[in-house]
């Protein structure tokens, strides 16, 4: 059965680090298109960064360009989302979804398959 599970949340200061991580199973991630989503509180869930099969990504935000960069380890099925340069406004639960199509999109209501988060905290 597909499975997402993220890890690698944490709370940290302004400034600081984080790499999320997000491991497959039932699926190759090669294959597909990965996003990552955020949901902070209060708000409502929107998408951050997308990369397709061909390596090809996507950041949605204009929030996190040059601080923010996703990848992709095929031989350890997972993609992840380098956070650098954190500010309190990436405060979320951030989660990794799957469209299972080679395209990306930033729709929530596209996405098939979902993790169930990693709360991210960035604050002094």
């Known amino acids: 059965q597909v499975q997402l599970v993220e890890s690698g949340g944490g709370s940290v200061h302004p400034g600081e680090s984080l790499r999320l991580s997000c491991t497959a199973s039932?699926?190759?991630?090669?294959?597909?298109?990965i996003a990552w989503f955020r949901q902070a509180p209060g708000k409502e869930r929107e998408a951050v960064s997308c990369i397709r099969p061909s390596g090809g990504t996507t950041y949605n935000l204009d929030s996190v360009k040059g601080r923010f960069t996703i990848s992709r380890d095929d031989a350890r099925n997972a993609v992840f989302l380098e956070m650098n340069s954190l500010k309190p406004e990436d405060t979320a639960v951030y989660y990794c979804?799957?469209?299972?199509?080679?395209?990306?999109?930033?729709?929530?209501?596209?996405?098939?398959?979902w993790g169930k988060g990693t709360l991210v905290t960035v604050s002094s």
């Open positions: 039932g699926f190759t991630v090669r294959y597909y298109s």
């Open positions: 979804a799957t469209s299972q199509n080679t395209w990306c999109q930033p729709q929530e209501s596209g996405m098939v398959y």
